[in-house]
């Protein structure tokens, strides 16, 4: 047999083991997804009870998310130094009763601001002895207004 002869041979049993190659691969990856789904049908004892006690624990997660959303706070879950921590957080979307009451009383305080221009601005143009003292009268204002 010469080199040429023994090439085409080794051609061809190189593509025998190739083929083999490929169906045994198809065959065990399909043999492997039988086995997945048979693991899943039918996961031992102590896997069924780990899954319970994490529904449970999802669940009560929920109830304790619900319960906090109607007083302005939610947690939120960050991945912190390889692991994940819960943190409080405020709800953009209901903020506490503590901050609303701070805005309305910073608006409050920027609406009493607004009318000292206009009111400041009618007296000053009125003239006579009041506008001599506006500006300690404004700066009274000022102050009790922005305590």
Same mark, same amino acid.
């Given at each position: 047999?010469?080199?040429?002869?023994?090439?085409?041979?080794?051609?061809?049993?190189?593509?025998?083991?190739?083929?083999?190659?490929?169906? &045994?691969?198809?065959?065990?990856?399909?043999?492997?997804?039988?086995?997945?789904?048979?693991?899943?049908?039918?996961?031992?004892?102590?896997?069924? *009870?780990?899954?319970?006690?994490?529904?449970?624990?999802?669940?009560?997660?929920?109830?304790?998310?619900?319960?906090?959303?109607?007083?302005?706070? *939610?947690?939120?879950?960050v991945y912190r130094d390889g692991n &994940?921590? &819960?943190?409080?957080?405020?709800?953009?979307?209901?903020?506490?009763?503590?901050?609303?009451?701070?805005?309305?009383?910073?608006?409050?305080?920027?609406g009493a601001l607004t009318n000292l221009?206009?009111?400041?601005?009618?007296?000053?143009?009125?003239?006579?002895?009041?506008?001599?003292?506006?500006?300690?009268?404004?700066?009274?204002?000022?102050a009790s207004i922005v305590k």
């Open positions: 047999m010469n080199m040429e002869e023994k090439r085409k041979l080794e051609k061809l049993l190189l593509e025998d083991v190739e083929s083999a190659i490929t169906k &045994y691969a198809a065959r065990r990856s399909e043999e492997r997804g039988e086995m997945e789904k048979a693991a899943l049908k039918n996961p031992p004892t102590e896997l069924k *009870r780990l899954m319970a006690i994490y529904q449970r624990a999802r669940k009560e997660m929920e109830e304790a998310e619900a319960k906090m959303k109607p007083h302005g706070y *939610r947690m939120d879950d &994940y921590v &819960y943190e409080l957080r405020l709800d953009r979307t209901i903020e506490p009763k503590a901050l609303r009451d701070y805005d309305e009383k910073t608006n409050m305080a920027k221009k206009r009111t400041y601005t009618l007296k000053l143009f009125a003239g006579g002895e009041e506008a001599k003292e506006l500006f300690s009268a404004l700066a009274r204002e000022l």
